[in-house]
């Protein structure tokens, strides 16, 4: 990574935690087997830990650590993703529906970012 900037390596960092984040939270939906419950779990918290930081990193990189709302509700929805993949393994019959949600949280997350709306 040489020669990059913080706010890229934040970047970089970022995106990639959340592709991976949604896409393992996606295969917990498919496969809630009880054998990949603790693998997921562990993965699926460290990537959303990755994505909290690189984001708060962004955050004060580029905002200087001020809050506008379209970032509150970033937060909101990266909770409501992690805590998504641990359900599909306590509520199995509701898998379909939860992954139609994440992908809603998913497309309200991109709007945030690109949008800006507050």
């Known amino acids: 990574m040489a020669g990059m900037t913080k706010l ?7 995106v990639l935690s959340v592709i991976l984040l949604v896409g393992l939270t996606f295969s917990a939906f498919a496969a809630p087997n009880k054998e990949r419950k603790r693998r ?6 460290l990537l959303s830990l990755i994505a909290l930081v690189t984001g708060f990193g962004m955050i004060s990189v580029v905002y200087a650590n001020h809050f506008a709302g379209w970032m509150i509700v970033k937060l909101v929805v990266w909770l409501a993703i992690a805590a998504l993949s641990g359900m599909a393994f306590r509520m199995r019959e509701k898998t379909g529906m939860f992954a139609w949600l994440t992908a809603a949280l998913v497309l309200v997350a991109v709007a ?7």
């Open 8 to 14: 890229q390596i934040y970047q970089v960092l970022h």
């Open 40 to 45: 997921v779990a562990i993965g699926t918290g």
């Open 112 to 118: 945030m970012v690109y949008l800006k709306p507050f």
